[in-house]
């Protein structure tokens, strides 16, 4: 079985992603909490394009901060495959390009969040569709920017599963992490899933995400603080 042949650059690379996902997190839970949440009035087309328009630049900051989060999700995606690629080059790979899958669906879906900009500061666009059918479009772009979001979350949640089974079966991490994770793709997978299939009860279920933040900022702070424990276990 390939193993790292440095000490060195697994512990870089481990830092390195610890980085990269402090870096999703942040700029996920800012553009989704501070800026969506701020901006986007459920129900209220009027609204919601008014605040849109007074406070331009903060959407485009959220779109931003969504980009750096997808770019960051692919090179981490290429770090863990290189750390965990020793306990299984299959499965490392599967969780890497499930976890590019996801970039792919993200990325595209800011097409969906950008839209309205194009929409309410387009030439024309208010006298060819009507400012209240204009507005209606603002949303239906923002909400089929949520689902999307919803989405990619299903192939994360694949890719975690696959991660924390890597790290339980692995030495470089406590094993809690890995089944940390692993309940965090159960809830990313369950409520992607009821988006789709039960979307009334989408708001009972929205307290079970504290799982996922709680897992993966345990697993971001240990690779930042931490970084590997020790080379991983044979197979």
Not at 47 to 68: K, M, P, V
Not at 101 to 107: M, T
Request: proline share 3%; glycine share 8%; net charge neutral.
């Amino acid at each position: 079985m390939t193993r790292h042949t440095g000490e060195t650059s697994p512990h870089l690379y481990a830092r390195i992603a610890g980085i990269l996902y402090l870096i999703i997190i942040v700029c996920g839970i800012f553009s989704e909490v501070f800026i969506r949440a701020s901006l986007i009035v459920k129900g209220d087309a009027v609204a919601t394009a008014t605040n849109i328009l007074a406070s331009e630049w903060l959407f485009r900051i959220g779109f931003a901060a969504d980009a750096l989060m997808i770019l960051s999700d692919v090179a981490i995606a290429v770090l863990f495959f290189v750390l965990l690629e020793p306990v299984s080059k299959t499965l490392s790979l599967t969780a890497a390009v499930f976890r590019l899958a996801q970039a792919v669906v993200l990325g595209i879906n800011l097409l969906n969040y950008y839209a309205p900009l194009l929409l309410l500061n387009g030439d024309g666009v208010a006298a060819a569709f009507g400012t209240e059918r204009m507005y209606s479009l603002v949303m239906l772009f923002l909400d089929i920017h949520s689902h999307g979001y919803d989405l990619g979350l299903l192939f994360f949640g694949l890719s975690s599963l696959i991660l924390g089974h890597l790290i339980v079966r692995s030495d470089y991490f406590p094993g809690v992490l890995g089944y940390g994770l692993m309940a965090a793709a159960v809830v990313y997978l369950t409520g992607s899933f009821t988006r789709f299939l039960f979307p009334g009860f989408v708001s009972l279920i929205a307290p079970i995400y504290i799982v996922p933040f709680i897992a993966e900022l345990s697993f971001c702070l240990w690779l930042l603080v931490k970084g590997i424990r020790t080379r991983p276990t044979n197979e």
